[in-house]
T-cell receptor
């Protein structure tokens, strides 16, 4: 079975500071993908970043980067230079299986991030 | 701008009534997911389809929920009869074999 653990229910961070949101995962599959989603107060789910289990480089998308430590089974999201608009719920998720072909997208419980002006 | 479209955005219905939620996945995406989000349970997978075939609907109460993909441009989730405990936000998401899934804006269902 696949499991995603997010241990920080909430975080408060000063604007312009960097933020690290923790995510650990558990799977016996060798091939998997890790994802982060942002859910602002409007309720939509916004896809932020993706890391494949065989990718050698950590994924980056603008101010977002994924700190992938395979041996530790962690996939932390790093947001550089936080902005007020980053205040939202953040979900870590995983898909497993060859080409993730037949596996569902499993979500963690989320971390609510609040950026303080 | 390709996006997943869900209708309706909001639905209030009385207990016992049938509810149908619709989803138009992104053109070319062959995988469609239905999720339910509540405060208590978080994001739960209800069902998902690959090339219109259901792969897993184990998260769905079979006695009242049904999910179908009549064609590649339409996925439906039906609840009959609806109950107050079905009140939640229902998300549809689409993707490919690999990579992330892109979510629609959700349908907020309230059953009174």
């Amino acid at each position: 079975a696949q499991k995603i653990t997010q241990t920080q229910p909430g975080m408060f961070v000063q604007e312009k500071e960097a933020v690290t949101l923790d995510c650990t995962y558990d799977t016996s599959d060798q091939s998997y993908g890790l994802f982060w989603y942002k859910q602002p107060s409007s309720g939509e789910m916004i896809f932020l970043i993706y890391q494949g289990s065989y990718d050698e480089q950590n994924a980056t998308e603008g101010r977002y980067s994924l700190n992938f430590q395979k041996a530790r089974k962690s996939a932390n999201l790093v947001i550089s230079a936080s902005q007020l608009g980053d205040s939202a719920m953040y979900f870590c998720a995983m898909r497993t299986g060859p080409n993730f072909g037949n596996e569902k997208l499993t979500f963690g419980t989320g971390t609510r991030l609040t950026i303080i002006p | 701008d390709a996006r997943v479209t869900q209708t309706p955005r909001h639905k209030v219905t009385e207990m016992g009534q049938e509810v149908t939620m619709r989803c138009q996945p992104i053109l070319g995406h062959n995988t469609v997911f239905w999720y339910r989000q509540t405060m208590m349970q978080g994001l739960e997978l209800l069902a998902y389809f690959r090339n219109r075939a259901p792969l897993d609907d184990s998260g769905m109460p079979k006695d009242r929920f049904s999910a179908e993909m009549p064609d590649a441009t339409l996925a439906t989730l039906k609840i009959q009869p609806s109950e107050p405990r079905d009140s939640a936000v229902y998300f549809c998401a689409s993707g490919l074999n690999k990579g992330g899934a892109f979510f629609g804006q959700g349908t907020r269902l309230t059953v009174v």
